[in-house]
């Protein structure tokens, strides 16, 4: 079967740092992509990595391990934007997106 | 980046009526767009697979006789919900595909901004 596993909601403070972590399972891997959801609106795009390493754009970096089945992304510099929910997607054979639950951040200030 | 637009965002229609939703890749050409379904505080659902110029392919308990998808140009894809009810009120959200190409462009998705049905 195909899984993918990531924290429900987390918390963190203003400036900081968070680690969101995202585990699978899937029976084909074309990618691993990491969306940033607003309520109420559509994903954006924030990363893809399909090699194992850590791809850093500004404040936002994921990493991705392909033996683990392991991904994380790291918000830097915590700003009150940035709660939002999380999506991990890992891309099938089929070239299809198959999601996580998301992982809702809060940031308090 | 690339953009993706819908038409229309917010539509409320009568049960029984049908409603089409359009996508559109606005500065580059999609040979595949997803269509998903996103219910309130519940993950994004692939609904259908659009491929230009062929027959979408529908994931497991989509009706396709309800859901019907055309992808006539390599910019236009169109979700038309037939007869809709009540709960087929949802979040409707369109994605076009760039495939990756080796030392250039990367693989992703883009998505469209949504359309909201409601259905009364």
């Known amino acids: 079967g195909q899984n993918i596993d990531q924290p429900t909601e987390m918390t963190a403070t203003e400036g900081a740092i968070v680690q969101i972590n995202c585990t699978y399972q899937t029976s084909g891997f074309n990618g691993l992509f990491w969306y940033q959801q607003h309520a109420g609106e559509a994903p954006t795009f924030l990363s893809y990595?399909?090699l194992d390493g850590l791809e850093e754009k500004g404040r936002f970096s994921s990493f991705l391990s392909r033996s683990k089945g392991y991904s994380y992304l790291l918000l830097k510099e915590l700003q009150m934007k940035d709660s939002a929910s999380y999506l991990c997607?890992?891309?099938?054979?089929?070239?299809?997106?198959?999601w996580g639950a998301g992982t809702k951040l809060i940031i308090k200030p | 980046g690339a953009v993706v637009s819908q038409h229309p965002s917010w539509v409320i229609c009568k049960s029984g009526t049908s409603v089409k939703i359009e996508c559109r890749s606005l500065d580059f050409q999609a040979t595949t767009m997803f269509w998903y379904r996103q219910f309130p505080k519940q993950s994004l659902m692939l609904m259908a697979t659009?491929?230009?110029?062929?027959?979408?392919?529908?994931e497991q308990g989509v009706e396709k006789d309800k859901f019907l998808i055309n992808h006539a140009s390599l910019t236009l894809s169109t979700l038309t919900v037939t007869s809709a009810h009540p709960e087929d009120s949802s979040f409707y959200i369109c994605s076009a595909r760039i495939p990756g190409l080796a030392g250039g462009i990367q693989e992703t998705q883009y998505f469209g901004p949504g359309t909201r049905l409601l259905v009364l």
């Open positions: 990595n399909v």
């Open positions: 659009s491929n230009e110029g062929s027959k979408a392919t529908y």
């Open positions: 997607a890992i891309m099938d054979s089929n070239y299809q997106l198959i």
